[in-house]
């Protein structure tokens, strides 16, 4: 089945609630990376050049007393949808009340209304966290159709998307997020094989739903990062000083005997006596020393990820396969970023959070067929979850 989306809305005339990401990074009220800004320009200016009324909201951080207003305020954030936009966006410094009211019903065609921080209702009563039924219906009655491009928060029922789909005539999904519906419900849903996922990143633990749904789905599963030393452990080998949850070993042995010969660990690591950004030693995993800790995967590993990923359809990563926030740990998972970029004719998807900064601060974004724009909800989506921010978007 597949969902309607913003351009299958006659949006002529009509005000269009637009729920964005907008939780962008920010450093002493300076916006330090604007990609999720750009990101939703598609959608609104679709609104805007369709005679639509545009009425654009999201979260910024978390609220939880007075002092985070100011710090989470949507301001700035205004200012640089309007330089690049390249029009006028009217903010209301509010989420509720009769200068918000006035401003959506004076709003006209092709323009643009964004107003403050849905969290700030959080202030009182989780409001907006907690999908309190009052402030979805009030949030609703600003507008006449909901447009949801917040993919980031879909894995959570607010008010600010599953709250205001309850309460409009109908519901569409932006461009952002169609494009998470079709990459990484495709995959899920009915990925073209073979189809190979790759985790990596710290924990076991954050990543145990994903794991175990795609031993039932993916046909391969490569592990890298922190992680692989908790299974390796489990294997009785020694992993020395490396990362390992010590209380995830039997879950790591019931993983292994599930997923057979599906599950691919590393054959070497590159190994450092100290947690610093210092030239490691290559070594087989069955050779590490009691001091040594494992920081990144080895070239034997890649070249057996190059093997199994040869002829992949679908690849869906998630988790760096070491510390590559230091150059002398980044190998490994420049390496996959190569893999994938030189696989024809596959989807390649990218988990959102660590693993979507690694592809993009090491140069290889464009060369994705998708960079998820979430980390929570991607993980919940690739296990198979529903997500209320999805469920809440009109079927066609
Ligand atoms: P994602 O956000 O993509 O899901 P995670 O948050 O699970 O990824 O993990 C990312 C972190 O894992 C990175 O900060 C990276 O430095 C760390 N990491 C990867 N491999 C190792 C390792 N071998 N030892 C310690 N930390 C690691
Ligand atoms: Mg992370």
């Not at 959608?43 to 609220?63: C, D, M, P, Q």
């Not at 907006?128 to 009052?134: A, F, G, L, Q, V």
């Not at 189809?195 to 739903?209: C, E, M, T, W």
Request: aromatic residues 6%; contains cysteine; negative net charge.
């Amino acid at each position: 089945m597949a969902k309607k989306i913003v351009s299958d809305l006659n949006v002529k005339g009509k005000k269009v609630l637009i729920r964005v990401d907008f939780n962008v990074p920010m450093k002493d009220g300076v916006i330090t990376d604007d990609t999720r800004i750009r990101a939703a320009l598609p959608t609104i200016e679709y609104v805007i050049n369709h005679g639509g009324k545009a009425i654009v909201f999201s979260h910024l951080g978390r609220v939880k007393e007075e002092a985070d207003l100011a710090k989470n305020d949507l301001t700035v954030v205004a200012k640089r949808l309007e330089e690049l936009i390249k029009k006028p966006v009217h903010f209301v410094n509010a989420t509720k009340g009769k200068a918000l009211e006035d401003a959506a019903a004076n709003l006209g065609e092709g323009e643009i209304l964004m107003f403050q921080n849905t969290r700030y209702e959080d202030l009182d009563g989780k409001k907006e966290s907690k999908n309190d039924p009052e402030l979805g219906k009030y949030w609703a009655s600003l507008g006449d159709v909901f447009v949801n491009d917040a993919f980031g928060t879909a894995h959570r029922a607010a008010a600010s998307n599953v709250g205001i789909a309850a309460n409009v005539s109908e519901t569409a999904a932006g461009f952002l997020l169609e494009k998470e519906i079709r990459y990484i419900g495709g995959a899920v849903d009915e990925p073209v094989r073979p189809y190979i996922a790759i985790l990596g990143g710290a924990k076991v633990s954050d990543k145990i739903g994903v794991i175990e749904a795609l031993c039932e789905k993916a046909d391969k599963i490569l592990i890298g990062g922190a992680m692989m030393f908790t299974f390796l452990k489990a294997l009785g080998k020694n992993i020395g000083a490396s990362k390992c949850e010590e209380d995830k070993l039997d879950l790591a042995k019931e993983l292994l005997a599930k997923a057979g010969s599906k599950l691919v660990l590393p054959v070497d690591a590159v190994c450092a006596k100290e947690f610093a950004d210092v030239p490691g030693v290559v070594k087989s995993v069955d050779a590490l020393e009691a001091d040594d800790m494992g920081l990144d995967i080895g070239p034997k590993t890649l070249e057996l990820f190059a093997s199994v990923l040869a002829g992949a359809k679908t690849v869906v990563w998630n988790g760096p396969m070491g510390v590559f926030e230091m150059k002398n740990y980044a190998a490994g998972t420049i390496g996959v970023c190569e893999l994938l970029a030189n696989l024809k004719g596959a989807n390649t998807i990218i988990g959102g959070g660590d693993s979507a900064a690694a592809a993009e601060s090491l140069g290889y974004a464009d060369k994705m067929s998708h960079i998820s724009t979430g980390g929570g909800a991607s993980l919940e989506y690739l296990e198979g979850k529903v997500l209320p921010g999805i469920a809440c978007v009109d079927e066609l």
